[in-house]
């Protein structure tokens, strides 16, 4: 494998063996594994460090992920409504067990969010969610299923004998001295029984709000909200769209041995030192209701409940607001003008709306460009045209207050060649605009790099928009004002929309127009 660079990832049911080579082309190497495996090969192009991690995961007898399959095959299929499994095949040191162990570190090692292990009828497919995409990585044989669940149902501290039902489960793993806890989903479907692994550094520090992709007015605006002794910050945004990271980010900075910070989640993401985390659990009778109502009785000085899903939380949170504490909590909203008024259709009183909410934070999650192989382009007619219409450029003054915020973006370090990346070459300090016009985008590379696995991408980012509950605000609250009031108003006062804080950073090279648009595409 060392020698050759590759490796053997899946074997087919006619008995093909998958391999995974960085020279596809070498003929002599081809050659040598299909004598020595003595069963036909199928051969898939690898980057290098695909190939280096796999290596890495090799045991010190030299055995791979394809003997740890050949070993798993071998284990006797049984019928999948009424599936017995051996407590021998999920054991410590069984190849079920060195299977999982591998599925995890990959995606660990890769920066996945999430894994599916997903039955189809004749296979098992396994798949990452990598920078917000789901990539297929590999297909098992659809006879190591039981062994496969059962065994992350141990590990979960599931029932392994329950396949009618959802269960939901947690463990840890230790990868690189990094500490990783997962969170287990299994889900019966026609096929058998889904799982999901959603996975969450515990070692890392939380981000900062800079880190993030906070900038400008959006910073200044979070910075000054949440240090005020009370009132409510709403987050807005789809499930995926990075709202716990923001939560866990501030509720970091505001952590201290001077303050009680409680909390309310379904389920609990992340772990803040010192805080008082509740996670919902409806069978015991813990709902967001009732634990927001026990939390008022600890003494609290900040408060985050995870959702605000109906009229009852929603009146708890803002009584709690109005009694002197620090209010943390999200909506599913489109963007921050429509969280309003969906507190006035949760029959809360506009006017303890007006007094309480400080600011609302829309955001999404957009992939960030490889600052290795990012490319930058002379824009075509064509692509003006659809910026032209989606962002009114030729609206009077559109064009000079995009120039501006660039100006300002460059100045706070947004995209800059030494904020990451290569750089020089694709010369990331010099501005795309002009007062008048704009003169250069940026687009991943086709083909990638080996810093972002060939993608053109590598990590996510942030882009968001801050509404700011300002006297005028206040009053179209009372007034019982549409959210495109609410919307216009907030811009008038200096709120950048998400779509427009995208652009901004797509003008920088931290992100693509593609981007922007996928994640904002109900706002065009």
Not at 75 to 87: A, G, L, N, P, R
Request: charged share 25%.
């Amino acid at each position: 494998a060392r020698q050759y660079r590759a490796i053997s990832f899946d074997l087919d049911q006619d008995g093909t063996v998958f391999i995974a080579m960085e020279d596809p082309d070498d003929v002599p190497a081809i050659n040598f594994l299909q004598k020595q495996l003595g069963k036909p090969v199928r051969i898939h192009i690898a980057t290098t460090s695909t190939v280096q991690a796999a290596l890495d995961q090799y045991d010190g007898d030299g055995s791979s992920v394809g003997n740890e399959i050949d070993k798993v095959i071998a284990i006797q299929e049984t019928d999948d409504s009424e599936e017995v499994v051996d407590k021998a095949d999920v054991a410590e040191d069984s190849p079920i067990a060195q299977t999982v162990n591998l599925i995890i570190d990959y995606g660990v090692r890769n920066g996945a969010s999430d894994i599916h292990i997903e039955p189809r009828e004749n296979f098992v497919v396994v798949r990452y969610r990598i920078d917000g995409i789901l990539r297929e990585a590999n297909k098992l044989p659809r006879k190591v299923l039981g062994a496969l669940v059962s065994r992350i149902k141990i590990l979960a501290n599931l029932k392994i004998d329950e396949h009618r039902a959802p269960q939901d489960g947690r463990f840890k793993i230790v990868v690189s001295n990094h500490v990783y806890a997962l969170r287990v989903s299994t889900l019966p479907i026609v096929d058998g029984e889904k799982v999901v692994m959603r996975i969450l550094d515990e070692s890392s520090k939380p981000a900062t709000l800079q880190e993030l992709g906070y900038w400008g007015y959006s910073l200044e605006a979070v910075q000054q909200a949440i240090v005020q002794p009370h009132g409510m910050i709403l987050v807005t945004g789809p499930t995926g769209s990075g709202k716990s990271t923001s939560l866990f980010s501030v509720l970091s900075m505001l952590n201290s041995p001077g303050v009680n910070i409680s909390t309310v989640e379904d389920p609990v993401e992340y772990r803040v030192a010192g805080a008082n985390q509740t996670q919902v659990n409806p069978v015991a009778g813990m709902t967001f209701t009732s634990g927001l109502r026990a939390l008022l009785r600890q003494d609290p000085n900040i408060i985050m409940v995870g959702e605000i899903r109906d009229g009852e939380t929603a009146d708890l949170a803002v009584q709690a607001a109005l009694t002197g504490h620090l209010v943390f909590s999200t909506l599913h909203t489109n963007n921050a003008a429509t969280c309003l008024p969906r507190l006035l259709d949760m029959n809360i009183e506009p006017f303890l709306i007006a007094s309480t909410v400080r600011i609302v934070i829309g955001q999404r999650l957009v992939r960030r460009l490889c600052a290795d192989c990012r490319e930058s382009y002379e824009p075509d007619a064509s692509r003006l045209t659809e910026l032209t219409k989606v962002f009114q450029l030729k609206e009077a003054g559109v064009m000079q207050r995009i120039n501006e915020l660039e100006k300002s973006a460059q100045e706070a370090g947004i995209g800059s060649a030494g904020s990451g990346g290569k750089g020089s070459k694709q010369d990331a300090d010099t501005l795309s605009t002009t007062s008048g016009a704009i003169t250069r985008l940026w687009k991943a590379h086709e083909d990638g790099c080996d810093s972002c696995n060939h993608t053109g991408y590598r990590g996510r980012m942030g882009i968001y928009e801050v509404l700011r509950n300002t006297d005028d605000i206040q009053q179209l609250i009372v007034a019982n004002a549409t959210s495109e009031k609410l919307q216009a108003q907030a811009i008038q006062d200096g709120m950048l929309t998400m779509q427009m804080d995208g652009l901004v950073k797509a003008l920088r090279g931290q992100t693509s127009i593609e981007e922007i648009l996928r994640v904002t595409a109900e706002k065009a």
